[in-house]
């Protein structure tokens, strides 16, 4: 989905449907202990606040992973996250979290944030959708996570009651990297360097059959960097607290 199209649902979603940031104080949302065994602190939310870009007076962006946890993907994208020293969200699916918990604990021992995607992944999913994934979440980490984002970036009002009844702020984007299309890794790579700036929300998925994000993935983090740009979690990105096992990535 492109920025256009993304920016153009926070817009059409209706009167009292949005709030400002500035109307709903933060709530910490504490984690417990994932399966690697050190604290989460956790994250504070903005209930049913969307947002699709984060503030753009300094070099950061946050890049985000869709669909996941994969067996196949996800380990490969920590990896590539690890060694290029980066952070990352990730918005999971609740019905690829169960028998996943050591996966799970790995992606938050590596300092990176997880999110709720819904469970089956519907077009405006109801509140037993996010807080059934909410639950697997937490059961398999300790942690509960403070974002969501609605699957195709649709959104109306059943959908941010039940973000806002289970403390969830709505995680649109800026930068469609259209790795969905698979359209080879230079084209993911391409879109998102072409696209990203200061305070960019950058949309990419380690769910479903995505080698090619995998491939475009250490060229856009070099990109990035090269272009001056730092890394960070979504609810850093936004300049809230967030906190991972190791603090030596940016």
Not at 129 to 153: D, K, S, V
Request: net charge positive; proline share 6%.
């Amino acid at each position: 989905m492109s920025r256009r199209r993304a920016l153009g649902l926070i817009l059409t979603a209706g009167a009292g449907v949005l709030a400002s940031a500035s109307a709903s104080p933060a709530q910490t949302a504490s984690g417990g202990t994932p399966a690697g065994g050190s604290e989460v602190v956790g994250c504070k939310p903005r209930p049913g606040v969307v947002t699709a870009s984060g503030p753009q007076n300094r070099r950061q962006v946050a890049l985000t992973f869709d669909d996941g946890p994969s067996l196949t993907q996800t380990p490969a994208i920590l990896r590539i996250l690890n060694r290029l020293h980066t952070h990352a969200t990730f918005f999971e699916l609740g019905r690829h979290v169960k028998n996943r918990d050591v996966l799970m604990g790995e992606i938050l021992a590596s300092g990176d944030e997880i999110g709720n995607h819904s469970f089956h992944h519907p077009e405006y999913p109801g509140y037993g959708e996010l807080a059934e994934t909410n639950q697997r979440i937490e059961a398999a980490t300790g942690f509960r996570p403070c974002l969501f984002r609605p699957p195709y970036g649709l959104i109306d009002g059943k959908v941010v009651s039940a973000a806002k009844r289970l403390g969830l702020q709505l995680i649109l984007w800026d930068v469609d990297s259209l790795d969905d299309k698979h359209p080879g890794a230079a084209a993911i790579r391409a879109n998102v360097l072409s696209q990203a700036g200061p305070g960019s929300i950058v949309l990419l998925h380690d769910g479903g059959h995505h080698p090619q994000t995998v491939r475009a993935l250490p060229g856009i983090i070099e990109g990035l960097r090269g272009r001056g740009f730092g890394f960070a979690t979504v609810t850093k990105l936004l300049g809230e607290r967030f906190s991972g096992q190791r603090s030596d990535r940016r």
